[in-house]
């Protein structure tokens, strides 16, 4: 019977798939993720946009997209900030504290992380 035997080569490629290249996890699996952010821990993140009053930051090691704010006043111990683009770019790789987790607000701190060794100040 032809019928059963295309389903049963279908179902052999099928479960070889499983195992090729294109089906193994990522290298970024390898690493432990975790679900939500945790109020003190240091992560390395993302600069995703720069705004008038500070930055968003997408934090790397989440299993969903996690995203928060740096506000201007979190950036920098060096005093007054007038411009956020003079001490951040876009796509910049930067240390961040997690200040405040509330639903799905992330609030954010640069000034309290060595931003070289990614040790809490």
């Known amino acids: 019977n032809r019928s059963s ?26 690493y432990k993720l975790e679900n939500e952010p945790e109020v003190g821990k240091i992560y390395i993140g993302r600069v995703t946009s720069i705004m008038q009053f500070g930055c968003f930051v997408e934090l790397e090691g989440f299993f969903k997209k996690t995203e928060g704010l740096v506000h201007i006043s979190q950036i ?38 060595d931003q070289t060794t990614g040790v809490d100040i």
């Open 76 to 113: 920098s111990n060096t005093g007054r900030i007038n411009e956020v683009g003079e001490f951040v770019t876009k796509k910049q790789v930067i240390w961040v504290k997690v200040l405040s987790y509330t639903g799905s607000r992330i609030s954010l701190s640069m000034k309290e992380v």
């Open 5 to 30: 035997s295309k389903h049963r080569n279908r179902s052999s490629s099928r479960h070889r798939n499983k195992h090729s290249k294109s089906y193994r996890k990522s290298s970024r699996d390898r």
